[in-house]
């Protein structure tokens, strides 16, 4: 047998003979290390407060609609299909973080009316950008 060979064997003789002593004498086998666990949350505002972008925000085509709530959710439609992407989110100034309800994340930046997120414009509903920006759609 090779050393290398006779080392791994030694060391995997050594690790049964580790759990099997922990094992008898009551204690934890020892585990794997597990990958760290994302603690990131979007809190929602604090009670009775709503930051200012609450609400509804549309691409100008409308095709694209997502509605920020005031509990820190939120829930997007797509064409015909509503709630396509809903999850968490949070605001910080001007800055905001998504995180989806599937496990992806992302994040944005309001300019006034307008919300630069995913490469797309959104626009906060029914305001004067929205107007501008669908008429320029037709």
């Known amino acids: 047998m090779a050393g290398t060979e006779r080392s791994r064997l030694s060391g995997a003789a050594a690790a049964v003979c580790a759990t099997v002593a922990l094992t008898a004498c009551g204690a934890e086998t020892p585990s794997a290390p597990q990958p760290a666990q994302s603690t990131a ?3 929602p505002p604090a009670t009775g407060t709503t ?5 509804m925000w549309v691409t100008a085509d409308n095709h ?10 939120y829930d997007e439609a797509r064409g015909q299909r509503d709630s396509a992407y809903t999850g968490r989110y949070e605001v910080t100034g001007e800055h905001i973080d998504y995180w989806d309800d599937s496990g992806f994340t ?5 300019e006034g009316d307008v919300l630069h997120h ?17 008429a320029e759609q037709r």
Do not use: K, N, T
Request: glycine share 16%; aromatic share 12%; net charge positive.
């Open 41 to 43: 949350q979007a809190r």
């Open 51 to 55: 930051h200012p972008y609450v609400g």
């Open 64 to 73: 694209i609609r997502q509605e920020l709530l005031a509990d820190g959710r």
């Open 106 to 110: 992302a994040d944005g930046r309001f």
């Open 118 to 134: 995913g490469g797309y414009l959104f626009y906060r509903e029914g305001s004067a950008a929205h107007r501008r920006a669908a």
